[in-house]
């Protein structure tokens, strides 16, 4: 067995086992080692039940005295268990889990942890952790109790029990064959890669798993800077472009037809963008700014630059509903021009001729893929897997690459995942943008806000309502489905209409939804995220978001973005359930900031590095353990990886990190 051995060679592991495996992203014994716990339960306080307290958490070795599973009226199960550890009887409560009976017998000496209550004058523990004690294992080397125990992502059926077990057996067999490809000069400072695994997973104390979690951060923060910083070298090497002509006399006469001024963040990006485009470097920029900021506007002028020099511009966006909305767009602004814009998707294929072809990653079949292509934009690049660098390596005449995001970024984010581009940022909204009125609405005040809601659209108005899912999920029952949600609101506004959106509709079926929406003939549209890139609709005033407190703040600002787009004064009101007060805390931010980078800031230092990557890890690198939230060993990673990059820029003294960087690259990075 290796770290490349398919788990499902593995004993015990069948095929649905494996396909459980699959869906956490878990197919070798090195993904299952590198699937790391989110949190551990501190089961160490090891005490009696004559000394502990109610309302502690705490670990007791004892025997069971009777296990059986009794039906209530409802003809629920519920399983009890009588447990002495020598000095109080205790009864243990499980429910939902009558194959227990199975697995205990009276008789049958047990390590517990959990919470101490009292029901009726007896010591109690609902729901406890348990293991057996084996004659094979010491006192003290359980890893379900006793312990801080490790609590993985999991799946329905595969539980944080089964991972612990199956990661507790496979450690031993595995550490000793892992090679750390750290250099000397960095690993002289830091735990072993083989120790920082094992004690991530099964720490002895928070000190332990500090110091795993601190060196397993490093790897990944520092594999991100070496393959951004080495990309970047790379990018330099590449074939020298044509620098573009610039006919600034047509370039004034384009924009100064547009119905509005360009912002000065705008035009300072224009410049940027113009400047590249002169050099025999090709263009390698990517341009972030808020919802509505102009992105698309200087796009287009852009491609309208790039067309005056007889080449084509491919625009790429993630989904259909955007890619229409960029057609829509750019067509606008060029078809006065006699410029012909194409439409490229699963859906819709109209490009012949087309010297401007709009598209989904569609735009990636070969027929598309012509020598005369001189730029490619990609909108919101974090939300493809690895299509618009596989364009890049296919075309033999690099073209000039331009990417755009509306997703806020931390500064020290950016720098670090985006180390390969140069960067702009667009500032400044359009003028006379009037900002979203935006309220944290109590669950009592829930049917004023649907009077409300009728009131405005009386008045002209429309309203998206977003909820998390699309349809109930039986592990989050608290939480809001599209579908139900579509139901419920059906009969609360009978004389409304109303429309359904979701990612799992066909192309077709979604465009005539939105088509619809946009013209003005659906007054409520219920959809799940989806709408958080690529609506535009300027009459939509409302933006309801259902169980915000399963969003970051930066995704709830983007979609507060997609209304306050017209002359109207818009509305966003957010809805909970049922969320403790630090989470009301946390969503009360929305009401008085309107900054992204602002709220991404806030993100960061209030949940951490996972709501950024979130949205930023798909097709660029996964994040499991890394926080940016530490900016030391954020600048201390990016200063180790520019060290060794001038050393050696090809890595060839270092065939291990050299190896480990192909693992990364082959799947996030340009050749």
């Not at 890893?143 to 199956?166: C, F, N």
Request: hydrophobic share 40%.
């Amino acid at each position: 067995m290796n770290l490349k051995t398919p788990l499902s060679a593995l004993v015990g592991i069948g095929p649905g086992i494996f396909y459980k495996l699959k869906r956490l992203n878990l197919n070798t014994v090195e993904d299952l080692i590198y699937h790391f716990p989110f949190r551990y339960d501190d089961f160490s306080n090891s005490t009696s039940a004559l000394e502990a307290k109610i309302g502690e958490t705490v670990t007791l070795q004892g025997e069971i005295w009777s296990i059986q599973n009794i039906f209530t009226r409802s003809r629920k199960i519920i399983t009890k268990a009588v447990f002495n550890d020598g000095t109080s009887p205790i009864e243990l409560t499980w429910f939902h889990s009558s194959w227990l009976t199975k697995q205990i017998q009276t008789g049958d000496r047990l390590q517990v942890s959990g919470k101490i209550s009292k029901y009726k004058n007896k010591l109690s523990i609902i729901a406890p952790k348990w293991e057996k004690q084996l004659p094979t294992r010491q006192v003290g080397t359980q890893i379900h109790t006793g312990r801080l125990v490790p609590v993985y992502p999991e799946t329905d059926g595969l539980s944080s029990k089964w991972l612990r077990t199956k990661i507790d057996k496979l450690l031993p067999q595995i550490l000793d064959k892992i090679q750390d490809p750290l250099s000397a000069q960095i690993k002289q400072e830091m735990l072993p890669l083989s120790e920082a695994i094992q004690q991530i997973h099964f720490p002895e104390s928070w000190e332990q798993a500090e110091k795993a979690r601190k060196r397993l951060g490093f790897d990944e923060l520092f594999f991100v800077s070496l393959a951004t910083q080495k990309a970047r070298l790379q990018w330099q090497k590449k074939p020298l472009v044509k620098p573009l002509t610039i006919n600034l006399d047509k370039l004034n006469q384009f924009i100064g037809k547009f119905p509005f001024k360009l912002t000065k963040a705008q035009q300072k990006i224009l410049q940027e963008i113009i400047s590249d485009l002169k050099k025999e470097q090709p263009m390698n920029r990517l341009i972030q700014g808020e919802v509505g900021s102009g992105k698309t506007v200087v796009a287009a002028i852009i491609t309208y630059l790039v067309h005056l020099n007889g080449l084509k511009t491919l625009f790429m966006a993630p989904t259909e509903i955007l890619a229409f909305q960029h057609f829509e767009t750019i067509s606008k602004f060029l078809k006065p021009y006699k410029v012909k814009v194409g439409i490229y998707t699963g859906s819709k294929k109209d490009a012949k001729d087309a010297e401007v072809i709009v598209g989904t990653h569609a735009l990636l079949s070969g027929k598309l893929l012509t020598g005369n292509v001189g730029l490619v934009v990609v909108d919101e690049q974090q939300r493809f897997g690895v299509e618009q660098r596989t364009l890049l390596r296919s075309k033999a005449r690099i073209p000039h690459f331009l990417t755009m995001t509306a997703t806020p970024i931390p500064r020290t984010v950016a720098l670090t995942l985006y180390g390969d581009l140069d960067m702009s940022v667009i500032d400044e909204m359009p003028v006379g943008r009037q900002k979203v009125k935006t309220f944290l609405v109590p669950e009592r005040k829930r049917a004023d806000s649907y009077k409300f809601i009728a009131k405005q659209v009386s008045e002209g108005g429309q309203v998206y309502i977003i909820t998390p899912l699309i349809e109930l999920s039986e592990t989050l029952t608290t939480v809001k489905a599209a579908k139900v949600e579509f139901e419920k609101l059906k009969k609360i506004f009978p004389n409304l209409k109303l429309d359904l959106l979701h990612g799992r509709m066909k192309g077709s079926e979604k465009e005539k939804i939105i088509r619809q929406f946009r013209d003005g003939k659906t007054n409520i549209l219920v959809s799940t995220s989806v709408v958080e890139v690529g609506m535009d609709n300027p009459n939509a005033t409302i933006m309801i978001i259902e169980g915000a407190e399963r969003f970051g703040l930066s995704q709830l600002h983007q979609l507060r973005g997609r209304v306050g787009r017209g002359d109207k004064q818009s509305y966003c009101l957010l809805y909970t359930s049922g969320v403790a007060s630090k989470e009301r805390g946390r969503l009360k931010y929305l009401e008085t900031t309107f900054d992204g980078l602002k709220l991404s800031e806030l993100d960061l230092k209030i949940r951490g590095s996972g709501q950024i990557f979130g949205t930023l890890q798909s097709g660029r690198f996964e994040f499991k353990i890394a926080s940016f939230s530490n900016i030391t060993l954020l600048e201390k990673t990016k200063e180790s990886a520019q060290k060794i990059l001038a050393e050696d820029p090809t890595l060839d003294k270092y065939p291990l990190l050299k190896a480990k960087l192909q693992d990364i690259a082959s799947g996030v990075m340009p050749d």
